[in-house]
């Protein structure tokens, strides 16, 4: 008789890494690397991987892990003065044993409580002082839950800008569509930021793609046609959704990036960048991501936009 695993399990990784492995008692998983705060697996209760990781991703500090859910903190891309994307997706993060308490009381087992602080060596890149708690919890259906809570703990104000900048794992770029982003505005990151209305009744590529959608809704879809499989983005105090992928020739430049690895990803990444947020001292803000991955005969034309605005 097989043992039964633990819910939450503690341990080694990829070069040696600490990392957590959360179990739900159907089958469902996920990994999260302490290494970033870094979800780098979630996988369904056939133990199908639904997240993309890099075939070339580097598990190697200072480099940040190419796939998963990095987090983009205290700035996403290049909107500031620091370095792509901020720090905290490339530094060490500890296991919060003693969280304050969340409003609604978790009965789900599997999950685990993250606190990232800055350095001394970061206070100095960055001089505020913060707590960074992220729960990161895996649901009876397989869901997987992201709830950051950063608090000013400075006597002066916070603002930061910030991502999940979720990779999902597609079966071909080309057979995959977005739904909830149409008739949007968007800032290209391609031209400069400029802004544009997205046109088409939904999202699909066939080029690259490095869009910022504004005020979105809090329910996005992407369609797998090829799987039959649907993901649903939900999300809490996060107005903004980038698009990525990198598509052929930006894949081949990326070191940690194998070259055909555009057509098996695509992220769609809740944010918060347009409107930077701003924590007086003492304040506290709250972003949260759900994922879900659901089979497709809920797909396209169920999910129209006057529903995903109510969802």
Not at 126 to 132: K, V
Not at 185 to 211: C, H, M, W, Y
Request: aromatic share 10%; charged share 25%; net charge neutral.
């Amino acid at each position: 008789m097989s043992v039964e695993k633990p819910p939450v399990e503690i341990c080694k990784g990829v070069n040696g890494l600490d990392k957590v492995v959360l179990r739900e008692v159907r089958g469902s998983s996920a990994e999260v690397y302490l290494y970033g705060g870094h979800v780098t697996s979630w996988r369904n209760d056939h133990g199908e991987e639904l997240l993309f990781l890099s075939t070339k991703a580097i598990f190697k500090p200072p480099k940040a892990i190419r796939g998963g859910i990095p987090i983009c903190f205290p700035q996403f891309g290049s909107h500031g003065n620091l370095d792509q994307h901020g720090f905290a997706r490339n530094r060490f993060w500890s296991i919060d044993t003693n969280p304050p308490p969340f409003p609604t009381v978790s009965t789900n087992k599997a999950l685990i409580d993250l606190i990232f602080k800055p350095s001394e060596e970061d206070l100095k890149t960055w001089p505020h002082s913060y707590e960074f708690r992220l729960r990161i919890t895996l649901g009876p259906g397989g869901d997987l839950m992201l709830t950051s809570r950063i608090r000013n703990i400075d006597a002066k104000p916070l603002s930061f800008t910030f991502a999940y900048h979720t990779y999902l794992s597609v079966s071909d770029i080309s057979e995959v569509r977005v739904e909830g982003l149409e008739t949007l505005d968007f800032l290209d990151n391609l031209k400069a930021k400029e802004r544009f209305t997205e046109q088409g009744d939904a999202i699909t590529f066939e080029s690259e793609v490095d869009k910022i959608y504004l005020a979105t809704p809090t329910k996005i879809a992407v369609i797998d046609h090829e799987k039959k499989r649907t993901f649903v983005l939900r999300k809490d105090g996060l107005p903004d959704a980038v698009v990525w992928n990198p598509w052929e020739k930006k894949a081949k430049s990326m070191a940690d990036f194998g070259d055909d690895d555009y057509k098996h990803m695509l992220c769609v990444e809740a944010a918060a960048v347009e409107k930077v947020i701003t924590l007086k001292p003492g304040e506290e803000w709250k972003g949260r991501l759900e994922l879900s991955a659901v089979p497709s005969s809920y797909r396209s034309g169920q999910l129209d936009p006057q529903r995903v605005l109510q969802g």
